[in-house]
């Protein structure tokens, strides 16, 4: 009788665990476990997207740029520097953001031998549909067209 009262108590145990792990409010251990489940599938998501991040990032290390992208509660804060000037950079940056449907509500632009731009941008009513990683791949993505356009003439 008492191995079975130890295997209920940890199993009680490792659900109890396994609720606070999962941040769930649930109390049956059916509902607990499909929590679990749940957050298991968005740290899927998550580490997937740190990958890509790693690997978009390993792509384009070799373009001279700094790129942050800030979400903000209707819209991003852009910034991207570099230590050379980039001609035609501005206008492929601000082509990215209109085919994101992104409207450039402040911007601060510099590009006298170095390039800085700070945006503070709105997402066209669509807040959900884009996130700050997508937002980065484009800039990065127009980054890499300027520069093998410029490195082209």
Same mark, same amino acid.
């Given at each position: 009788?008492?191995?079975?009262?130890?295997?209920?108590?940890?199993?009680?145990?490792?659900?109890?665990?396994?609720?606070?792990?999962?941040?769930? $409010?649930?109390?049956?251990? #059916?509902?607990? +476990? @499909? *929590?679990?489940?749940?957050?298991?599938?968005?740290?899927?998501?998550?580490?997937?997207?740190? $990958?890509? *991040? +790693?690997? !978009?990032?390993?792509?384009? !290390?070799?373009?001279?740029?700094?790129?942050?992208?800030?979400?903000?509660?209707?819209? &991003?804060?852009?910034?991207?520097?570099?230590?050379?000037? /980039?001609?035609?950079?501005?206008?492929?940056?601000?082509?990215? &953001?209109?085919?994101?449907?992104? *409207?450039? /509500?402040? =911007?601060?632009?510099?590009?006298? $031998?170095? &390039?800085?731009?700070?945006?503070?941008?709105?997402?066209?009513?669509? @807040?959900?549909? +884009?996130?700050?990683? @997508?937002?980065?791949?484009?800039?990065?993505? =127009?980054?890499? $067209? #300027?520069?093998?356009?410029?490195?082209?003439?």
């Amino acid at each position: 009788m008492g191995s079975k009262e130890e295997e209920r108590s940890a199993l009680y145990q490792k659900i109890k665990q396994l609720r606070s792990v999962s941040h769930s $409010n649930a109390v049956h251990k #059916t509902s607990i +476990i @499909v *929590d679990a489940s749940k957050y298991i599938e968005e740290l899927k998501k998550k580490v997937e997207r740190l $990958n890509e *991040d +790693i690997t !978009s990032s390993s792509e384009y !290390s070799s373009l001279p740029m700094q790129v942050r992208v800030e979400t903000l509660d209707k819209g &991003f804060r852009i910034n991207v520097y570099s230590e050379e000037d /980039c001609p035609g950079l501005l206008v492929t940056i601000l082509e990215a &953001f209109e085919e994101l449907g992104l *409207d450039v /509500c402040d =911007a601060a632009v510099s590009s006298s $031998n170095k &390039f800085h731009l700070q945006a503070i941008s709105e997402n066209e009513g669509h @807040v959900d549909d +884009i996130d700050a990683h @997508v937002v980065k791949q484009a800039i990065l993505k =127009a980054i890499k $067209n #300027t520069s093998e356009r410029n490195n082209q003439d």
